[in-house]
């Protein structure tokens, strides 16, 4: 690992330290809290939201469209896998979560995957992308009586999939071709499958929710949709 992974990883697991500490300051928690984690992988972020909280494994669900990283979250930490397709409903009962956990997801679920390095549209790509990311936070809405949802800023400088400047404001003309020499010779590899969200988009999908914004150096680097029914002190309001 060079010097500006280890940067970066220092950096990244301090963010996602402090958004584990808005998380567990703005839910109550206890050994009965059933918590859904979307586009968990393997469980690893939400085990290091949770640990040192009362909610027991039994109730934390992990849902991945691969089976292998939620089947190791099973084994691992003794949450219940569920397996989802890319733009299924859950088979879930409306509200049958306390609390639907989604951090640096919702930004992926845009197209098809086999499509990401053909569709060079920047309409097409926008459309269907807003469309099956808003159905995505109606299913979040649908699955949690509350929720918490994070993900990176549009307009913060630097890219936070590639680690490029600018490279989320560059047409699909541009970006795609960027991004096939940049995985040759870049250390940060990435497919352009992301559709990055405005404070404004966040706040549409997610119209109960108080946005927070996540700094770094004064700018806004991510946003928190964080919708709680009954705010706890400590909880931030929106920024």
């Known amino acids: 690992m060079n010097l500006i992974e280890k940067g970066v990883s220092r950096y990244s697991a301090k963010a996602r330290g402090k958004r584990a500490a808005v998380f567990r300051r703005c839910f109550r928690l206890d050994e009965r809290t059933r918590i859904l984690d979307l586009g968990a992988a393997a469980g690893a972020a939400i085990h290091a939201v949770l640990e040192g909280t009362p909610v027991t494994p039994g109730n934390v669900y992990i849902a991945d469209i691969d089976s292998s990283l ?37 930004e992926h679920v845009t197209v098809p995957k086999e499509r990401v390095w053909s569709l060079y549209s920047d309409r097409e ?12 936070a109606r299913e979040i809405r649908r699955l949690g009586r509350q929720y918490f949802v994070q993900t990176p800023y549009r307009h913060f400088p630097v890219e936070s999939h590639t680690w490029l400047p600018g490279a989320a404001w560059l047409p699909r003309r541009l970006l795609v071709p960027l991004l096939k020499f940049t995985n040759a ?55």
């Open 70 to 106: 939620i089947q190791r979250g099973a084994r691992t930490y003794g949450y219940v896998p569920v397996l989802i397709g890319e733009s299924e409903r859950l088979p879930f009962a409306d509200g049958f979560f306390d609390i639907v956990y989604c951090s640096s997801v919702i």
């Open 185 to 239: 010779i870049w250390i940060k590899k990435t497919q352009p499958d992301w559709h990055l969200l405005t404070r404004s988009q966040l706040a549409a999908m997610f119209a109960e929710a108080e946005i927070i914004s996540e700094k770094w150096c004064g700018l806004t680097k991510s946003l928190m949709a964080v919708y709680t029914r009954r705010r706890p002190e400590g909880c931030p309001g929106p920024r």
């Open 125 to 136: 790509f926008e459309a269907r992308a807003f469309e099956r990311q808003r159905a995505f």
